[in-house]
């Protein structure tokens, strides 16, 4: 991967992750700083510009490595929590959280994945029941792999830990990763998916779902529990073509061999809105649900017809155990 400039905070710049990474990527520049919030985020930024061809900025991170997932968002554990060694993707959805969260589209890299890990024993010492760990909140789990080796280093851990669940949340076909290792009950691939037309539209530099899915048989042939996350489904089209793309999905992957599945609707907090709609003021899907944002339209009854729509198409290849609408 080709990056014209890396900053790199003083503090980390001899850590055996900094290294590695330093390795992988070709850069023109790199610019030493004594803490990321210097080049991260700062005002005066625009993502879109910066989407372009984002720097990448190695840091560490010294707090906060476990937040507490929302109370409905589970796939079927009593303790949860999600996190992210990295902030911002290579990919570009329109629906995206991220290009209202922050001014900046860099890639920021904590390379301390060890600290992480030691946050996981410490939420789940001494707790009988499990504790699953959601990764890729914040950025694409897979995507950016091949540089950041996060996954190959933090995955093996889990061996070990008997009552953690670690979700790796992805787009991404990367599954090297996945693919040189044995099975683990308590890791979870687990891929987001969305109809062809709207990967088209919506969702800017994917893979598309053809490749998405291929990818799930292939884990699912090396014995891999697959998560299936329709979440969120961008609803562009009609019934029939949500029928058929259920009906895609779950005849061509191994129904057997999936943990679970997810449904959620397109939402996003009223102020991310309301930015991402003045920096792209001609996109339609933008404007208007941030026009029913404000009227506080994001359950109407034509949504809530469509979502148990798809519950019910949902149901019929899986369990009801195994669904989970967050």
């Known amino acids: 991967m ?5 900053y790199l905070e003083e503090q980390v710049k001899d850590h055996s992750n900094t290294q590695k990474i330093l390795k992988k990527i070709k850069y023109e520049n790199i610019i030493l700083c004594e803490h990321y919030s210097e080049v991260f985020n700062t005002t005066k930024q625009n993502f879109r510009i910066q989407k372009k061809n984002p720097a990448i900025i190695l840091a560490k991170k010294t707090n906060n490595f476990m937040f507490k997932t929302p109370k409905d968002f589970t796939i079927g554990y009593k303790n949860n929590f999600y996190f992210s060694h990295l902030i911002n993707c290579p990919y570009d959805c329109k629906y995206c959280y991220l290009q209202g969260m922050f001014n900046s589209a860099n890639f920021l890299l904590f390379v301390n994945y060890e600290d992480f890990l030691i946050s996981i024993k410490e939420k789940i010492n001494n707790k009988k029941e499990t504790t699953c760990f959601f990764s890729g909140y914040d950025c694409d789990s ?4 091949n540089i950041t080796c996060f996954l190959d280093s ?5 061996k070990e830990l008997k009552n953690a669940v670690l979700e790796i949340r992805s787009k991404s076909i990367n599954i090297n990763v996945l693919k040189k290792r044995r ?3 308590n890791v979870i691939p687990a891929f987001s998916l969305n109809p062809e037309f709207v990967i088209k539209n919506f969702e800017d530099k994917t893979p598309s779902l053809e490749k998405r ?4 048989k292939n884990l699912q042939k090396q014995d891999w529990n697959i998560g299936l ?12 073509d949500y029928k058929a793309f259920f009906n895609n999905v779950f005849n061509f992957i191994d ?3 999936v943990h679970s599945v997810t449904l959620g609707s397109f939402r996003m907090p009223k102020k991310y809105l309301k930015k991402i709609s003045k920096l792209k003021p001609n996109d339609y899907f933008l404007q208007r649900n ?5 009227f506080n339209l994001e359950k109407n009854e034509e949504l809530m017809d469509q979502e148990e729509f798809c519950i019910r198409e949902i149901t019929k290849f899986i369990s009801k155990e195994k669904f989970f609408n967050n």
């Open 229 to 240: 996350r329709f979440d969120p489904l961008i609803w562009a089209g009609a019934k029939k």
């Open 2 to 6: 080709k990056i014209k400039t890396v």
């Open 255 to 257: 129904v057997s061999k």
């Open 183 to 185: 099975s683990l009950r």
């Open 213 to 216: 899915l291929i990818a799930i």
């Open 142 to 145: 897979l995507a950016l792999e």
């Open 290 to 294: 941030y026009i029913r944002s404000l």
């Open 154 to 158: 933090f995955i093996p851990h889990f």
